[in-house]
Nanobody
Framework: VQLQASGGGLVQAGGCLKLSCAVSGSIFSFVSLGWYRQAPGQERELAALITSGGSAVYADSVKGRFTISKDDAKKTVYLQMSSLKPDDTAVYYC?????????WGQGTEVTVSS
């Protein structure tokens, strides 16, 4: 199972970015997918998660600004980020949950300048 994250970059505060994570080597049904982030010197934390049924949960810090979605046909999960703040600067990782197994993608770096 491989997860390939992309879409990171440098953006000004108040701007938007959309991250993508393409999944290969795994069925896409009956999986949950999450976006985590790790800021410099901080622990990795959950930003958003979407279940196989499409239900989404968000960290309080991103609620109302980030939207997680998925395209089952493309086996891709997205994270639309709006109203970005310097505190959103981090490496963003996607994660797949299938039963008791979990898989991580490589990170994509997001830098928000003030």
């Amino acid at each position: 199972v491989q997860l390939q994250a992309s879409g990171g970059g440098l953006v000004q505060a108040g701007g938007c970015l959309k991250l993508s994570c393409a999944v290969s080597g795994s069925i896409f049904s009956f999986v949950s997918l999450g976006w985590y982030r790790q800021a410099p010197g901080q622990e990795r934390e959950l930003a958003a998660l979407i279940t196989s049924g499409g239900s989404a949960v968000y960290a309080d810090s991103v609620k109302g600004r980030f939207t997680i979605s998925k395209d089952d046909a493309k086996k891709t999960v997205y994270l639309q980020m709006s109203s970005l703040k310097p505190d959103d600067t981090a490496v963003y990782y996607c994660k797949l949950y299938r039963g008791s197994a979990t898989y991580w993608g490589q990170g994509t770096e997001v830098t928000v300048s003030s």
